[in-house]
C-alpha cells in the first residue's frame, strides 16, 4: 500500500528504491495507491522531493556539529536520503503511469483483478522443472 506515510518512512523508501534499480520494476509491482499518496499531482510530487531534500540538509547539518568519529552509521543514513531524493520524482512517475485502482475499486471486485495479476506474474515467473 502506497500512502503518504509509506513515501516519508526510511526503511519503506530504502526498499522502494532497491526495487525500483531492477529494469523491470514496472512489471514486479502492483502498488495500491492510497488517496493520501498524492502521486498524480504534481505539486505532492514536489513535496516528497523537498521532504528528502529537507531530511537530507538537516541531517547533514546535525553532523557537522559533532566529531566525524561519532558518526558511525549516520554516514549511510545522508547518502540514502540523497538516493531516495536523487530517484524519488522517476519512480512515482513510474507507479503513477501504471494502470493503479483505488482501494475502492480493489474492494469492489474484492482484490480480484489484483489477485488475478499476481497469478499472471508469478506463472511467468516459474521456470519449468525437469521430469524425472
Given at each position: 500500500m502506497l500512502d503518504q506515510a509509506y513515501l516519508r518512512s526510511r526503511n519503506c523508501m530504502y526498499e522502494l528504491s532497491r526495487i525500483a534499480e531492477d529494469p523491470s520494476f514496472a512489471t514486479r509491482v502492483f502498488p495500491v495507491v492510497m488517496?493520501?499518496?498524492?502521486?498524480?499531482?504534481?505539486?505532492?510530487?514536489?513535496?516528497?522531493?523537498?521532504?528528502?531534500?529537507?531530511?537530507?540538509?538537516?541531517?547533514?547539518?546535525?553532523?557537522?556539529?559533532?566529531?566525524?568519529?561519532n558518526l558511525q552509521g549516520i554516514r549511510e543514513d545522508l547518502d540514502l536520503y540523497e538516493t531516495i531524493r536523487n530517484t524519488i520524482?522517476?519512480?512515482?512517475?513510474?507507479?503513477?503511469?501504471?494502470?493503479?485502482?483505488?482501494?475502492?475499486?480493489?474492494?469492489?471486485?474484492?482484490?480480484?483483478?489484483?489477485?488475478?495479476s499476481l497469478e499472471k506474474a508469478l506463472d511467468l515467473g516459474r521456470s519449468p522443472t525437469a521430469d524425472h
Amino acid at each position: 500500500m502506497l500512502d503518504q506515510a509509506y513515501l516519508r518512512s526510511r526503511n519503506c523508501m530504502y526498499e522502494l528504491s532497491r526495487i525500483a534499480e531492477d529494469p523491470s520494476f514496472a512489471t514486479r509491482v502492483f502498488p495500491v495507491v492510497m488517496p493520501d499518496a498524492g502521486i498524480f499531482d504534481p505539486l505532492e510530487l514536489v513535496r516528497h522531493v523537498k521532504h528528502w531534500e529537507t531530511r537530507q540538509k538537516e541531517l547533514d547539518e546535525a553532523m557537522r556539529t559533532v566529531g566525524q568519529e561519532n558518526l558511525q552509521g549516520i554516514r549511510e543514513d545522508l547518502d540514502l536520503y540523497e538516493t531516495i531524493r536523487n530517484t524519488i520524482a522517476g519512480i512515482l512517475n513510474v507507479l503513477r503511469e501504471m494502470n493503479t485502482l483505488t482501494v475502492a475499486a480493489h474492494q469492489a471486485d474484492g482484490f480480484e483483478r489484483l489477485y488475478r495479476s499476481l497469478e499472471k506474474a508469478l506463472d511467468l515467473g516459474r521456470s519449468p522443472t525437469a521430469d524425472h
